[in-house]
């Protein structure tokens, strides 16, 4: 276990929950990516220290990934995640929070910020690398096809990472143990499953005319080099959230939390408490 960050585990509506904690302060509340081998630790571990000095650090395990329960809603995905997310704020005692999520964890951001009431309650949120699959380019699909094995995971790992120095055996073996997990798999696949005559472009039309409604202060956060989402995607998400304000990193693909770590935390803690 890391000395700059605690892990701990709790029951929330009956389903363990695994999340790392760190530092005093406002309380900010961290959500990991969507991929196969993705947990709290692997997204956030790195930058817990340098942002516990600043904040209350809060990065939970969502549904399915790292050491919370492997369990997966087909009725509804995106709602059920989310209301175990309220579950488990109010659990730990977070009401009001700045949150901030990678990848996936910053379409899920999105996808609370459109609902009334927001199950989650914002007070500034930023999304890197995410935007709820509205703007993904067609390596989004080499992510997602999959299957385990070390070579592959290296593979997938090089969609995320600009600099192949952060492709170590140690990070490879991890992530790939991680996706290997009993149910971990099956989990996050079972997301891809759509019933016949499903049409997703209806779903995320009504998406982006809800995100144009969206009061919570906003910045997105895009990388020069990140092949899963479309070159100009922060640029079109701003000009429809209102208000919002957008940042471009310069040497990383899909995790400048990682990559460019110094300046990130920086960025987050300027657009935070300014």
Same mark, same amino acid.
């Given at each position: 276990?890391?000395?700059?960050?605690?892990?701990?585990?709790?029951?929330?509506?009956?389903?363990?929950?695994?999340?790392?904690?760190?530092?005093?302060?406002?309380?900010?509340?961290?959500?990991?990516?969507?991929?196969?081998?993705?947990?709290?630790?692997?997204?956030?571990?790195?930058?817990?220290?340098?942002?516990?000095?600043?904040?209350?650090?809060?990065?939970?395990?969502?549904?399915?990934?790292?050491?919370?329960?492997?369990?997966?809603?087909?009725?509804?995905?995106?709602?059920?995640?989310?209301?175990?997310?309220?579950?488990?704020?109010?659990?730990?005692?977070?009401?009001?929070?700045?949150?901030?999520?990678?990848?996936?964890?910053?379409?899920?951001?999105?996808?609370?910020?459109?609902?009334?009431?927001?199950?989650?309650?914002?007070?500034?949120?930023?999304?890197?690398?995410?935007?709820?699959?509205?703007?993904?380019?067609?390596?989004?699909?080499?992510?997602?096809?999959?299957?385990?094995?070390?070579?592959?995971?290296?593979?997938?790992?090089?969609?995320?990472?600009?600099?192949?120095?952060?492709?170590?055996?140690?990070?490879?073996?991890?992530?790939?143990?991680?996706? #290997?997990? &009993? @149910?971990?798999?099956?989990?996050?696949?079972?997301?891809?499953?759509?019933? *016949?005559?499903? +049409?997703?472009?209806? $779903?995320?039309?009504?998406?982006?005319?809800?995100?144009?409604?969206?009061?919570?202060?906003?910045?997105?956060?895009?990388?020069?080099?990140?092949?899963?989402?479309?070159?100009?995607?922060?640029?079109?998400?701003?000009? #429809?959230? &209102? @208000?919002?304000?957008?940042?471009?990193?310069?040497?990383?693909?899909?995790? *400048?939390?990682? +990559?460019?770590?110094? $300046?990130?935390?920086?960025?987050?803690?300027?657009?935070?408490?300014?």
């Amino acid at each position: 276990m890391s000395t700059d960050y605690l892990h701990r585990t709790l029951r929330v509506g009956g389903i363990e929950t695994h999340y790392l904690e760190a530092g005093e302060g406002p309380d900010l509340v961290l959500l990991h990516g969507g991929e196969y081998g993705a947990s709290a630790e692997a997204t956030w571990g790195a930058a817990m220290a340098k942002l516990g000095r600043t904040f209350h650090v809060l990065a939970p395990d969502m549904l399915g990934y790292g050491r919370t329960a492997k369990i997966y809603s087909f009725s509804d995905p995106s709602g059920f995640r989310l209301t175990h997310l309220a579950q488990w704020l109010e659990v730990v005692g977070v009401g009001e929070a700045f949150f901030v999520g990678n990848s996936a964890g910053g379409g899920t951001l999105l996808r609370s910020s459109v609902r009334k009431p927001s199950p989650l309650k914002m007070k500034k949120m930023v999304t890197i690398c995410g935007n709820a699959g509205v703007f993904k380019s067609d390596f989004q699909a080499d992510l997602e096809d999959y299957t385990p094995s070390p070579e592959n995971m290296r593979k997938l790992l090089k969609l995320l990472f600009h600099d192949e120095k952060w492709l170590t055996p140690e990070c490879v073996e991890s992530r790939y143990n991680d996706s #290997i997990a &009993p @149910g971990a798999w099956e989990a996050l696949s079972a997301a891809r499953l759509k019933r *016949p005559g499903y +049409e997703r472009g209806s $779903t995320i039309d009504a998406f982006v005319k809800q995100l144009s409604t969206v009061t919570v202060p906003l910045l997105i956060i895009a990388c020069d080099h990140d092949p899963l989402n479309q070159p100009d995607w922060d640029e079109r998400l701003q000009r #429809i959230v &209102p @208000g919002s304000t957008a940042y471009r990193f310069h040497d990383s693909a899909h995790e *400048p939390q990682i +990559e460019e770590q110094d $300046t990130f935390v920086e960025v987050l803690t300027d657009f935070l408490l300014s």
